[in-house]
C-alpha cells in the first residue's frame, strides 16, 4: 500500500498545523450539530412538561428491548472506531479495515431495526400530525410525542446515514493506502463524528425510550 502524492499541505507550515486546523474545524461542525440536538432535547422536555403522564403512556409503543440492543450495537462499533484510530496509529491498514467494515456492519444493523420500528409504528397508526390513530392516548400529546420521536430518531438516522457513508470513505482510503502511521488525520476525526452520533442516541434513548 502507497500514495503517490503527499497528503500534507505546505500551506499550513507544519504537520502539527494541519493535523490541530483539522481537528479545530471538525469539533467547531460538531459544536454546531451539539446545538441543533439540543434545541430538539429542550423541546421535549417543554412538552414532556405539560403532557407527563401522556408521554408515559407513549413511550410504552416503543420498542425499548430493540432499543436496548440498538445502543449495544453502537457502543460497540464506536469500539471499533477508536480501533480503527488506534491501528492507524501504528500503520496497521488492514486491521483498520477490518474494525472499520465491523463498524460500518453494525450502523447498518442499527438503522435495520429503526426501519423495521417505523414500519411498526405506521401499522399502529402512531404517526404524528393527521396520520396520528392511536385511539387510547389522546392526539394532544399523543401526537406530539410521536412527533418529536420521528424528529429526534429521523435527524439521528440522517446523520447516522452520513457517518455511514464517511467510514465507507475511510475504509476506501485505507485499502488504497492513503492512511498511515504519519497520516492519520481523516480517520481521527471521521472517528470524532461517528462518536457524536453515538453520544446522540445516548440521550436519546433515555428520552423516549424509558419515560416515567
Do not use: C
Amino acid at each position: 500500500m502507497s500514495t503517490e502524492s503527499s497528503p500534507w499541505e505546505e500551506h499550513f507550515g507544519s504537520r502539527e498545523n494541519q493535523s490541530v486546523a483539522a481537528q479545530l474545524g471538525m469539533w467547531i461542525f460538531l459544536g454546531s450539530e451539539v446545538l441543533l440536538f439540543t434545541n430538539l432535547f429542550v423541546g421535549y422536555a417543554v412538552y414532556r412538561y405539560y403532557y407527563p403522564e401522556v408521554f408515559v403512556e407513549a413511550s410504552k409503543h416503543l420498542k425499548a428491548e430493540w432499543a436496548m440492543v440498538q445502543t449495544l450495537l453502537l457502543v460497540t462499533s464506536s469500539l471499533f472506531v477508536v480501533l480503527a484510530v488506534h491501528y492507524i496509529r501504528q500503520g496497521r491498514q488492514l486491521l483498520t479495515v477490518l474494525v472499520l467494515v465491523l463498524a460500518i456492519g453494525m450502523g447498518l444493523g442499527f438503522l435495520g431495526i429503526k426501519g423495521w420500528e417505523y414500519w411498526e409504528h405506521w401499522k399502529e397508526g402512531a404517526l404524528p400530525g393527521e396520520y396520528y390513530r392511536l385511539e387510547e392516548l389522546p392526539e394532544r400529546g399523543g401526537s406530539l410525542f410521536f412527533t418529536l420521536y420521528f424528529l429526534l430518531t429521523g435527524l439521528h438516522a440522517i446523520h447516522m446515514l452520513v457517518a455511514l457513508g464517511l467510514l465507507g470513505w475511510l475504509v476506501w482510503g485505507a485499502l488504497s493506502g492513503k492512511y498511515t502511521a504519519e497520516y492519520h488525520i481523516p480517520v481521527e476525526v471521521g472517528g470524532l463524528y461517528w462518536h457524536l452520533v453515538d453520544i446522540f442516541w445516548l440521550f436519546i434513548f433515555p428520552l423516549l425510550y424509558l419515560v416515567e
